[in-house]
């Protein structure tokens, strides 16, 4: 009789077995997570606790906030956005400033959103080739392949298109059905870029482009709640640099004498590279900006500090001219204009902290209520890389901020 008993309950705890087995194979695998990265152009690191904005209070609350985003130098944003996209500095990836030339090819580099200028495989590559499927929506240099490989989705730049627009685009794709649906998100929105030029960064257009960016921020969010939990989404919200005052213009055409296409002269804010072509040019050159204000700090490639990492692609210039704060180069006669840009950037951030940008994330994959100190804007692709559960770029030179084993 014991026997018995001891047979049945074994024979029942084995169906038990076999029954949780079945289930766990019939069971679904768990939704693979897709990241979102929104760039908002031009947001200071202070611009959110300043306005008292709530979305973003909401994100850092249940997510996580840095204190603040290093860009790199020069803090643009056509090299800022590419040092988002890749995870390596101006000098690896190759977009050096928002103009340039390529001495190699002879080609010029003029605010172009040709993904083929990259040096570096960007993240919407990578996500490709891992087979997640990428959208991108107006990220600079983002359009067409990158060595053959681009984005499933891509929504270029518009003049004119909204940021609303972009939000439904993107709660859009984040509804098609798994299979359907790109595991890789980015887009840049509008953030507060356009009226810090214009104003300065206390200008009142700047905070009511705040309120419109954090009512952006409160349509995205509500849109990925809604979508409830079969579709897990890590929202990560990045800016590609601040923003300081300026007040004067230094005209470095007047000093340089130029005949021809060379030197050829490429000025972004406060940043401007010149190339030569010949050993005379050179020393014209020098002569020429020795005659700039003395404020000016005029480098080679070989005088270039080694912690801006900024000469390994080529294309930075012989000659490589920073503006002193409250200044900016222009190459052109600005006197016949009714205004003048009263605010910029492009300077170190290490040496000016106004160019520091914003870090906040939320979702699944994100630590909630996590302050982290300053990171850099090289960490950004590593950690959407490790959200999505692939390698990190191969030349990437930052590290995951939320790594798996954390």
């Known amino acids: 009789m014991r026997r018995s008993r001891g047979l049945l309950a074994a024979l029942g705890a084995l169906a038990l077995l076999l029954a949780g087995l079945l289930a766990a194979r019939a069971a679904p695998p768990p939704a693979r997570p897709t990241v979102v990265l929104i760039s908002m152009d031009g947001v200071r690191w202070d611009y959110p606790e300043r306005d008292h904005l709530r979305a973003f209070a909401a994100v850092a609350r249940d997510g996580a906030r840095a204190a603040r985003l290093i860009p790199p130098f020069p803090s643009l944003t056509f090299a800022s956005h590419s040092t988002l996209a890749t995870g390596c500095l101006p000098g690896r990836h190759g977009i050096i400033a928002n103009s340039f030339l390529d001495p190699e090819t002879g080609r010029r580099f003029s ?145 340089i004498p130029k005949r021809g296409f060379y030197p050829y002269i490429a000025t972004s804010g406060p940043v401007c590279n010149v190339y030569v072509k010949t050993e005379a040019q050179r020393r014209q050159v020098a002569a020429g900006l020795s005659r700039l204000p003395g404020d000016v700090r005029i480098y080679t490639r070989s005088t270039l500090p080694s912690r801006w990492d900024y000469a390994e692609s080529g294309r930075e210039g012989d000659f490589i001219l920073v503006a002193p704060p409250g200044a900016f180069f222009s190459s052109f006669n600005r006197k016949g204009e009714k205004s003048l840009p009263r605010g910029m950037h492009g300077w170190p951030p290490s040496e000016l902290p106004q160019m520091d940008g914003i870090f906040y994330a939320e979702g699944p994959g994100i630590p909630s209520g996590k302050l982290l100190g300053s990171v850099s804007a090289t960490d950004v692709a590593p950690t959407v890389c490790s959200l999505l559960g692939i390698a990190p770029p191969p030349r990437a030179e930052g590290t995951s901020l939320f790594p798996p084993n954390r």
């Open 111 to 255: 605010d172009s959103d040709d993904a083929g200028w990259l040096l570096a495989p960007p993240l919407w590559a990578l996500a490709e080739e891992a087979g997640l499927g990428a959208a991108v929506s107006g990220w600079p240099v983002s359009k067409g392949p990158w060595r053959g490989v681009q984005a499933s989705f891509y929504r270029p730049f518009e003049e004119g298109a909204s940021d609303a627009q972009t939000a439904a685009w993107i709660l859009g794709l984040l509804r098609r059905p798994e299979g359907q649906r790109p595991h890789l998100v980015m887009a840049w929105t509008h953030g507060a870029d356009g009226p810090g030029h214009a104003e300065g960064p206390d200008g009142p257009a700047v905070h009511a482009a705040m309120r419109r960016t954090d009512a952006l921020l409160a349509q995205l969010r509500a849109g990925i709640r809604a979508l409830g939990p079969a579709v897990p989404v890590d929202l990560i919200l990045v800016s590609d640099h601040g923003m300081a005052a300026v007040s004067r213009v230094i005209d470095v055409v007047k000093v």
